[in-house]
């Protein structure tokens, strides 16, 4: 009885090991995979060129190689100079 018991309090206690490790593991991957993704974003921003606010380079107007963040500003540019 006394065996078994140490035994089945081992096995738990590994199980708990092994649980908090892998918790452990996954935390730690999901913050690395945030943070790649965090300077993947920052590095896919882009700053408008007439106001200087960051767009994603996804939703950027590109004109005469300048980059908006709209068309208004796009063709406000083009007006004033
Ligand atoms: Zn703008």
Not at 27 to 42: D, F, G, I, P, T
């Amino acid at each position: 009885m006394g065996i078994t018991r140490t035994i089945i309090f081992a096995a738990v206690l590994i199980l708990c090991v092994l649980l908090i490790k892998r918790i452990m593991g996954d935390r730690k991957k999901y913050n690395e995979s945030r943070q790649q993704m965090l300077k993947a974003k920052v590095a896919d921003m882009k700053q408008c060129t007439v106001c200087g606010v960051h767009i994603p380079e996804k939703d950027i107007i590109m004109k005469d190689n300048k980059i908006y963040c709209s068309l208004a500003h796009s063709n406000q540019n083009n007006s004033t100079e």
